[in-house]
Each structure stands twice: as structure tokens, then as C-alpha cells.
């Protein structure tokens, strides 16, 4: 059974560019989850959706930051512009009834980096 | 406010030597759950454990185990004959807002191990 699939892997962009990092959930899972892991901050929570719905963005850095969950098996996180501070690894989780305790389940990241 | 504090930044242990990871965690919900995470030099997030407020049974799978106290709020991992495929970063993770549209899974520090051979 396929795992959270997260693309690209790595990203090497120039600051003012827009950045598009994609995800594609376990089927059946209705929680997805952004977050981005720096080594001044650890592992932080951007945005979680529930059943296509964004609950919380308040982890969301910026206006610079968006996140789109159109159907429960795809979700982007759009930066633009990027800037050097934005390097960092993005991941993609998704659970079944995170409400309940369910564990997440993490994508392989991606890895951005700004110049 | 929720909150999980991983005091140990860096522990270095020698091959089967047992380490324990420290966990502890602030919450102010009556029901939440406690997680393990480890993630590996190749970067993955591998879910480890997941415990739920009201069991407080301590757990063994192998060489590893946890033990969970509330009167201490805290989630410790031991990883007993400790071997060098353990090196990882560890995370504690705590989520609460149970039941409720605010669920959110917040994570410690990390506890990066490192086991010599």
C-alpha cells in the first residue's frame, strides 16, 4: 500500500520565484498536515485540513504561504515569492480520525532550497 | 497552551549500552495522546507509539519500551541494548483538543542519538 507521496523531493529555487510542493494522502485518510522542519525551529505545523476543509493555518508563516486541498487525494503548499528563510524541509502527513488519536503518517519531505 | 520538552539535545551511548529518552509534556486536556516519532539520518518521520491519556500501562516491543506517568506528565523511552541502527532523531509529540476541530500534533525538540560501535 502506497505511503504519503510528497513531490518533488528536492527544490533548489531563486529567492522571488513561487514554489509549488505537492502531496497525495494515504487513501481513506481525511486529516492532512503540512509541516516545515528547520534546524532553529524543529517541526512546525503550517496548516491541517480535515475532510478537504482547512481547520487551523495559524501555523502559516505569511501571506506568502498558501494551501489548497481540492480533493481529498491531492493538496499543495504555494510559496510566493520564496525567500531565502523559507529553505527548509516540508512535510506531508495525512490520518485517519487524528481527532481520536490516529497516528500520522509522514511523506519523505521535501527539501527547498532558497538562493 | 500545549507544549513538549525534550531536555536532552544530544545523548551518545555505546553499542548495548541502555539510553532513556526524557518526555515531558504541558496540557490542559483531560483526554490527549502521546507519541514517539523517529527519524533516521535518511529523514523519514517513523511513527513509533501512541498512547492515550488513560492508559498508563507501560509498554514493551522488543528493545524498546515507554513508560507514561501523568503525575509526572511524562512519556519516557528506553531503548534497552542499545544498537547503531537506533542513531536517529527522536520525537515526543503530544495531541490534544480531543474530539474537537483543533487538533493539532506538536512536536518536542528531538533527542538526536547517536550509538558508537
Not at chain 2, 25 to 47: A, C, H, I, M, N
Request: charged share 20%.
Amino acid at each position: 500500500d502506497a505511503g504519503v507521496i510528497q513531490s518533488p523531493r528536492h527544490e533548489v529555487t531563486e529567492m522571488g520565484q513561487e514554489v509549488t510542493l505537492r502531496c497525495k494522502p494515504i487513501s481513506g485518510h481525511n486529516s492532512l498536515f503540512w509541516y516545515r522542519q528547520t534546524m532553529m525551529r524543529g517541526l512546525e505545523l503550517l496548516i491541517y485540513f480535515n475532510n478537504n476543509v482547512p481547520i487551523d493555518d495559524s501555523g502559516m508563516p505569511e501571506d506568502r504561504f498558501s494551501a489548497k486541498m481540492p480533493n481529498a487525494s491531492f493538496s499543495t503548499l504555494k510559496i510566493q515569492p520564496s525567500e531565502p528563510r523559507d529553505s527548509a524541509v516540508y512535510f506531508c502527513a495525512s490520518s485517519l480520525e487524528a481527532g481520536v488519536g490516529g497516528e500520522l503518517f509522514f511523506g519523505e519531505g521535501s527539501r527547498l532550497t532558497v538562493l | 497552551a500545549q507544549k513538549v520538552t525534550q531536555a536532552q539535545t544530544e545523548i551518545s551511548v555505546v553499542e548495548k549500552e541502555d539510553v532513556t529518552l526524557d518526555c515531558v509534556y504541558e496540557t490542559r486536556d483531560t483526554t490527549y495522546y502521546l507519541f514517539w516519532y523517529k527519524q533516521p539520518p535518511s529523514g523519514e518521520l517513523v511513527f513509533l507509539i501512541r498512547r492515550n491519556s488513560f492508559d498508563e500501562q507501560n509498554e514493551i516491543s522488543g528493545r524498546y519500551s515507554w513508560n507514561f506517568q501523568k503525575s509526572t506528565s511524562s512519556f519516557n523511552f528506553t531503548i534497552t541494548a542499545s544498537q547503531v541502527v537506533d542513531s536517529a532523531v527522536y520525537f515526543c509529540a503530544l495531541l490534544g483538543g480531543y474530539g474537537g476541530a483543533t487538533n493539532k500534533l506538536i512536536f518536542g525538540t528531538g533527542t538526536l542519538l547517536a550509538v558508537q560501535p
